[in-house]
């Protein structure tokens, strides 16, 4: 009896930590509608044909970056800054790779999975919405 009253309380403090510990890391950022479908074979998404490629979209609130960090791989973030809801992200290529930096409050994120690493909004990603590859078509929603 006193095993499986430990065991019990092992998995419940398991469960409490994990369950616990998850942290939505976009913070408040305000975010719009995203559903939309690209044709990535369409040449005016050109220059999402390249690893480290990246397009502006329209969608969101503050507009949509999309991005092809690796081979079949495509990620769409929202660029409101979630420090500074006023202003959009824009992207900063440098030898670390794509960067997206607020232009107002000098947050910078990793455009690869919108994890900040400096400024002052460096608790909180960048929301990113989902996205589908289905051959040379890819959903954002």
Not at 10 to 25: M, N, S
Request: with cysteine; charged share 20%; hydrophobic share 35%.
């Amino acid at each position: 009896m006193k095993h499986s009253l430990l065991l019990f309380s092992f998995y419940l403090l398991a469960f409490t930590f994990l369950v616990g510990c998850k942290k939505d890391r976009s913070c408040d950022t305000p975010i719009g509608d995203a559903s939309c479908r690209l044709e990535l074979s369409d040449g005016s998404l050109s220059d999402l044909w390249g690893i480290n490629g990246y397009v502006y979209i329209h969608g969101g609130n503050r507009g949509i970056c999309v991005t092809h960090p690796a081979t079949d791989e495509y990620r769409a973030f929202e660029r409101t800054c979630p420090n500074d809801h006023d202003e959009a992200v824009v992207m900063r290529p440098n030898s670390d790779g794509l960067i997206l930096e607020c232009p107002s409050c000098g947050s910078q994120f990793l455009a690869i999975d919108g994890t900040p690493l400096e400024g002052s909004a460096t608790s909180c990603s960048l929301f990113q919405y989902d996205t589908r590859l289905n051959g040379t078509t890819l959903d954002i929603w």
